[in-house]
């Protein structure tokens, strides 16, 4: 029965430390330079 | 030129208001889904505009245009070829492209094209990404992003997406992944700006993949929050909006000129639905007009996407070039 319950409980911890690291964080850095602008002239013929 | 339009929602609205304002589209007749929407779309669209019940009793259709519920397109599709008529279709469900790709040897064989994927992404997004390999001498790689929703069934579609399993094109072979994986921040135009995206079930590298022989890797991602990416496994836990607000794609082309590695950076900033609206209705004229090869492909086919971009800068929806590191 104790198994059973540190079973249980280890693995609701890693599913709790899984939820965080899955929802925590982000996917990169953003460009340091730069901009949009909008596609004109030569550019679209 | 006569269109049947399949489909009431917000991009089958929006590809009636710019079909109805072409000179050579005569007749939009609008079918299926629910006779509430149906019956707006048709009082909202002028003479031109006519109710067409369940679509089944339309005669002398020049074209066909399907903006209805995903996993459908195929079989509609397959029906409407059947009689010869163009078809165009908006749907960005991996299962519909797939069934509309391989409609490809009966569409050359009657000489008509069948358009996959004629919406915001994929299609505009086909578009760009042609527009830009035209920098390179050879393309080893195209990414694709989108944020933002159109209608309540793109809402869904979004949300069904998140929790589907993701095709990546990678060293001439499909990847299958998890979707909700693979975090990359992405930059689109502003005032979106920069957005996590994921992996999701996306039907991009079906279209660009065959597009473009030789590329070494095409992925797709979806722009998500961190609640759409907890909740995707649940069902929707509320009512999707009418219409969502501005939405952005972005096509990353990395590809070789001469020697030298480069990489070119595309994009656009629309309502989804608008957008997607207008790249349908023009791609069902063009497709009627003989100036979209037979066959079943996508927007990524057509060799020069040029003059289909110049022609939806006409309507306002206009591409966007980064400049800078990205």
């Known amino acids: 029965m104790a198994l059973l319950r540190r079973a249980l409980v280890a693995l609701g911890i890693a599913g709790l430390i899984a939820a965080v690291l899955r929802i925590r964080g982000s996917g990169g850095t953003p460009p340091q330079q730069g901009g949009w602008r909008e596609l004109s002239g030569p550019e679209l013929r | ?326």
């Open chain 2, 1 to 326: 030129m006569k269109v049947l339009l399949l489909g009431s929602g917000a991009v089958g609205a929006r590809a009636v208001r710019q079909l109805v304002e072409a000179d050579e589209v005569t007749e939009v007749v609008v079918a299926g889904g629910r006779d509430g929407p149906r019956s707006e779309v048709v009082a909202g669209g002028g003479a031109k505009v006519s109710d067409g019940g369940d679509g089944s009793d339309v005669a002398r259709v020049d074209a066909v245009l399907l903006t209805g519920p995903r996993g459908t397109h195929g079989a509609v599709a397959q029906a409407q070829l059947a009689l010869g008529r163009a078809v165009v279709s908006c749907s960005d469900d991996s299962d519909d492209v797939h069934d509309l790709l391989a409609l490809d040897a009966e569409a050359r064989e009657r000489g008509v094209a069948v358009v996959v994927g004629a919406g915001f992404s994929p299609g505009y997004t086909c578009l760009l990404a042609r527009h830009a390999a035209s920098r390179f001498d050879a393309v080893d790689e195209i990414h694709v992003a989108r944020s933002g929703t159109g209608g309540p069934a793109c809402a869904r579609q979004h949300h069904r997406a998140l929790s589907g399993t993701a095709l990546d094109w990678r060293d001439g072979g499909w990847q299958r992944r998890p979707g909700g994986s693979g975090r990359e921040l992405c930059w689109f135009p502003d005032p979106i700006g920069a957005a996590d995206c994921y992996r999701a079930a996306l039907p991009d590298a079906l279209l660009l993949v065959p597009a473009f022989p030789g590329v070494d890797r095409v992925t797709a991602r979806l722009a998500a929050s961190r609640r759409d990416r907890l909740t995707a496994r649940l069902p929707m836990l509320r009512k999707p909006h009418p219409e969502g607000l501005v939405g952005a794609v972005r096509v990353e082309v990395r590809g070789r000129v001469g020697t030298t590695q480069d990489v070119l950076v595309l994009g656009a900033l629309d309502r989804p639905a608008v957008a997607a609206g207008a790249v349908a209705a023009l791609a069902t004229r063009w497709a009627v007009d003989g100036r979209l090869p037979a066959g079943a492909a996508g927007l990524a086919s057509l060799m020069d996407p040029v003059p289909f971009l110049n022609a939806l800068v006409e309507v306002g929806i206009k591409a966007a070039i980064f400049d800078g590191a990205a």
